[in-house]
């Protein structure tokens, strides 16, 4: 059983909100409206706030058994 | 620097001639610098040095360098204390031609242990970076130092100075100046630095391979980088087990403090160093720096000084730094003035931190404690870098320690002044 983990490049999000559009069920947003990275329980709704974010903030990390590995991001800079 | 500096300069004559090599800073087992001034101690030139630590070591003979530091325990002193062996592992990896930084860049207030090692001991850092940059087969070491510490600049530059003529086998040493703000000394924004970036945290993934792809930046601390040198000369077994402590006191509450560096041998404890730094009156000290944890004078006494038994108790030593809070200054008070330094020092780069860290000010200020309290979990994981998760650790002691003195007239008034009285 693979997992997931989506974690949020901080310094690139200037709060557009568009990842909790899209994954409602992962992310939802704070006051301010930042993202907030629950469980990821829908890894369809993950990929598409990988894709959709404008400030390619968003990353979707494959928790394999020890290891982390990067399994899909928005970019590689 | 007048709490220190008559008793300072009274040890430091007593002890200069006692000649072993069990210290970084000197030769006896505790030693009290006023920091920030080059006045008071002394420092080892080249040839002072190498008369007390002897020749390092020729390139490819440090047997294996991750080995003796692994043997050792070594843990980065900026604050961080990750695994030094780790880092230089991934460095090595990431193959030659890479930088290894030593990091000056002293950013808070209450810290001068980095900027006294630079004044007294500049080839004790200096061998440290060299034989990590032999080990990775760095192509320059660069010293990254905080654009205001002016007597630390000299001291540096003498040290280059000095070597040059040596005629030592080592890669160019280059100083860079670096913005004197709180989060120039964070790693990722020091990497961002020396790549000639603007000098502000970036998003790192894995935090033994901060420099991403491609050749290493590695960043030590300049604790970290003497203690690496000092192995060099003496081995794992006689390696000098010291801790060096900033012990401060507060002039202006979070921006100001008057600071004394100490270097105590490893089974010291707190009330070791607060007597050697002679701070008489504190009633409660905060541990590790802004990033630390308050304690009542009577709940810290007896804390050893030493970073794996204190992370036993899930504490940290942090940059070596203890506050000492005198009668007239009150812990809440403190807090709040130093979580407003720190939100003050924010790069501006991270919403949670953007809107969170004045959102929490506010509230301390208000002393309204549930809001701080709801503020910190939500701002708490969410920072590019570690500043607000610091800060929060720091605030959510000083409230924890309130409520251990619940009975305190003060903290009971503080609380159900806003009806928050769930003690």
């Not at chain 1, 903030?57 to 982390?68: Q, R, Y």
């Not at chain 2, 905060?286 to 009542?296: K, V, Y």
């Not at chain 2, 730094?321 to 009668?327: C, F, G, R, S, Y």
């Not at chain 2, 607000?388 to 609380?415: K, N, Q």
Request: proline share 6%; with cysteine.
């Amino acid at each position: 059983m693979v997992g997931y983990r989506v974690v949020i490049d901080r310094i690139a999000c200037d709060g557009a909100g568009v990842c909790a559009h899209l994954a409602p069920s992962v992310i939802s947003l704070d006051r301010w409206g930042f993202p907030v990275v629950g469980e990821v329980t829908e890894v369809e709704q993950a990929r598409r706030a990988v894709k959709g974010c404008p400030r390619r903030a968003v990353h979707l990390f494959e928790i394999a058994p020890g290891s982390v590995s990067c399994a899909q991001s928005s970019s590689s800079p | 620097m007048t709490m220190l500096s008559t008793a300072s300069i009274a040890t430091m004559e007593q002890t200069h001639s006692a000649g072993t090599t069990a210290n970084l800073i000197g030769n006896t087992t505790s030693r009290i610098l006023p920091s920030g001034i080059a006045a008071g101690g002394w420092r080892d030139d080249w040839v002072a040095h190498s008369a007390v630590w002897g020749p390092l070591p020729a390139a490819g003979d440090h047997g294996d360098l991750v080995a003796s530091i692994r043997a050792i325990e070594l843990t980065g002193r900026g604050g961080g204390h990750f695994p030094t062996a780790v880092k230089l592992q991934a460095a090595i990896a990431s193959g030659p031609g890479g930088s290894v930084v030593i990091n000056a860049a002293e950013g808070e207030p209450a810290s001068g242990k980095d900027s006294v090692l630079w004044q007294y001991r500049p080839h004790l850092v200096l061998d440290g970076a060299v034989v990590v940059a032999q080990a990775m087969g760095a192509r320059e070491i660069v010293v990254w130092l905080s654009a205001d510490a002016v007597a630390t600049r000299v001291s540096i530059e003498q040290a280059i100075a000095e070597r040059a003529p040596a005629g030592v086998a080592e890669p160019v040493i280059r100083l860079l100046l670096a913005p004197e703000s709180y989060v120039s000394g964070e790693s990722s924004a020091v990497i961002a630095g020396v790549r000639g970036f603007p000098v502000a945290p970036t998003f790192v993934i894995d935090p033994a391979r901060p420099w991403g792809e491609g050749p290493a930046i590695l960043v030590h601390n300049t604790e970290t980088m003497a203690r690496i040198g000092a192995l060099s000369h003496t081995g794992a077994d006689n390696y000098p087990a010291t801790n060096v402590i900033t012990v401060a006191r507060p002039i202006v509450s979070g921006r100001e403090y008057e600071r004394a560096v100490l270097e105590v041998p490893g089974p010291s404890t707190i009330a070791d160093a607060l007597g050697l730094a002679g701070v008489g009156q504190a009633h409660a000290i905060l541990l590790g720096g802004f990033a630390g944890s308050w304690h009542g004078i009577e709940e810290a006494s007896d804390l050893p000084l030493d970073h794996q038994l204190l992370r036993q108790r899930g504490l940290s030593l942090g940059a070596g730094i203890i506050i000492a809070l005198p009668e007239s200054i009150d812990v809440f008070q403190e807090a709040t003035a130093i979580a407003d330094f720190l939100a003050d020092s924010s790069a501006g780069q991270c919403g949670p931190c953007v809107f969170g860290m004045p959102a929490l000010v506010k509230s301390l200020k208000r002393q309204r404690v549930s809001e701080v309290l709801d503020l910190a979990d939500v701002i708490e994981g969410r920072g590019g870098c570690r500043m607000p998760d610091g800060a929060i650790r720091m605030i959510r002691s000083a409230i924890a320690y309130d409520r251990r003195r619940s009975t305190s007239a003060r903290a009971f008034r503080r609380e159900k002044a806003h009806g928050e009285g769930e003690f």
